[in-house]
Structures are given as structure tokens and as C-alpha cells.
T-cell receptor, first 114, second 115 residues
């Protein structure tokens, strides 16, 4: 069965510093997608970044980048130059190619200290 | 970007009554919509998958007679909590998919309180 594991329930970072959130997953499919969503205190889920499994290049969106290690089934999120607005719950999610359903990790609560 | 709305954002109802929550994709046609429930400080729990014109597919343990889902069009899905009880109090979130394999676009959520 597909699973997503986020081993860090909480993380904190100083403003302007860099932080990495960990995520490992398990799937038997070769076609899948990985996502990081953030949920700020407003509780609106927002897509941060997306990675297709067939792409070797790590996805990047401005200050957000991933380290996608396919063989290790690892998908970590790096946030550079952290800002106060980055404080949120971050969810790592897996979507298998033949499925419509997202598999959610339990989330990591990120605190950004001024 | 794709926008998904939910209405109402917050509702209080009395025990034994029913409440309907609407989920709309505002600027795209959604092939599939999903309904989630989120308890405080927890991840999202998928309740059901909804496709336009067909019956919803419920996750194991979700009572289909209590949580009625209607997907009337490619832009509207509704969740009706029937005979609500205090234990149904929760945060309900919908999402919509524009194309298979793409990300889900989430609504802002509905906070339901049953007194």
C-alpha cells in the first residue's frame, strides 16, 4: 500500500535562514506525482511545489526547491530565505498515476522566528 | 490559477438537523471533486470521491447515508450532513481536479459546529 511519512512533527527556523522538511514515501508504481502543500493558519491549502516521478530534475519554485531521490523514495522540501509568511503546516502528498486520490503525510508544523 | 469556493465558510446547527455544504470550481470544469474532513492538528482525511453524474465513492468507515454527496455538474458538488450530531463537528474541505495527474485545488473549508 502507498504511504507517505513525514518524520518531523514540528520544525522551526529563523527568519532569512534555510530549512529542510523531510518526506519519504512508498509506492509500487513507476508513474506517480509528488506534491508539497502548505496550510497556513487560515486553513486554505496551497500548492507549494510539484514533482513528476519521471523527471530527474528537481522542481524549483522561487525560494522553494525539492531534493527528489527516487531510488531512496525521498522527497524533501527546502525553503530558502525563510519568511514569516512561510509559517504553516506542510503536507507531503503522493498521487499514483492510475489513481485520483492523494495520499497525505501527517504534516510538519513550521514555525518561523523573527 | 484555479479557484475553488465553499459555502458556507462557517455554520452552526442543532443536533438532529441537516446541513448542506457547497463546493464550486469557479473557473474550470472539474473532472473529479473530493471531500475531506480535518480534525484539529491532524492531516486531511478523505471521505469520498465525487464524479459528475455518478454516485460518489466513499472511503471505508464513512457512512454514506449520513454524508450525502451530490455532484450535479462539472462545477458543483454538495455534501449534506444528515441528522447531524456533535461528533460531526469538524472542518470540512473540498477539492477539485482539472486534469488527471494534476494537483488538487482546495476550497477554503467549512467549519461545522453541531450543538
Amino acid at each position: 500500500a502507498q504511504t507517505v511519512t513525514q518524520s518531523q512533527p514540528e520544525m522551526s527556523v529563523q527568519e532569512a535562514e534555510t530549512v529542510t522538511l523531510s518526506c519519504t514515501y512508498d509506492t509500487s508504481e513507476s508513474d506517480y506525482y509528488l506534491f508539497w502543500y502548505k496550510q497556513p493558519p487560515s486553513r486554505q491549502m496551497i500548492l507549494v511545489i510539484r514533482q513528476e516521478a519521471y523527471k530527474q530534475q528537481n522542481a524549483t519554485e522561487n525560494r522553494f526547491s525539492v531534493n527528489f531521490q527516487k531510488a531512496a523514495k525521498s522527497f524533501s522540501l527546502k525553503i530558502s530565505d525563510s519568511q514569516l509568511g512561510d509559517a504553516a503546516m506542510y503536507f507531503c502528498d503522493l498521487l499514483e498515476g492510475g489513481s485520483e486520490k492523494l495520499v497525505f503525510g501527517k504534516g510538519t508544523k513550521l514555525t518561523v522566528n523573527p | 490559477g484555479a479557484v475553488v469556493s465553499q459555502h458556507p465558510s462557517w455554520v452552526i446547527c442543532k443536533s438532529g438537523t441537516s446541513v448542506k455544504i457547497e463546493c464550486r470550481s469557479l473557473d474550470f470544469q472539474a473532472t473529479t471533486m473530493f471531500w475531506y474532513r480535518q480534525f484539529p492538528k491532524q492531516s486531511l482525511m478523505l471521505m469520498a470521491t465525487s464524479n459528475e453524474g455518478s454516485k460518489a465513492t466513499y472511503e471505508q468507515g464513512v457512512e454514506k447515508d449520513k454524508f450525502l454527496i451530490n455532484h450535479a455538474s462539472l462545477t458543483l458538488s454538495t455534501l449534506t450532513v444528515t441528522s447531524a450530531h456533535p461528533e460531526d463537528s469538524s472542518f470540512y474541505i473540498c477539492s477539485a481536479v482539472r486534469d488527471r495527474g494534476n494537483e488538487q485545488y482546495f476550497g477554503p473549508g467549512t467549519r461545522l459546529t453541531v450543538t
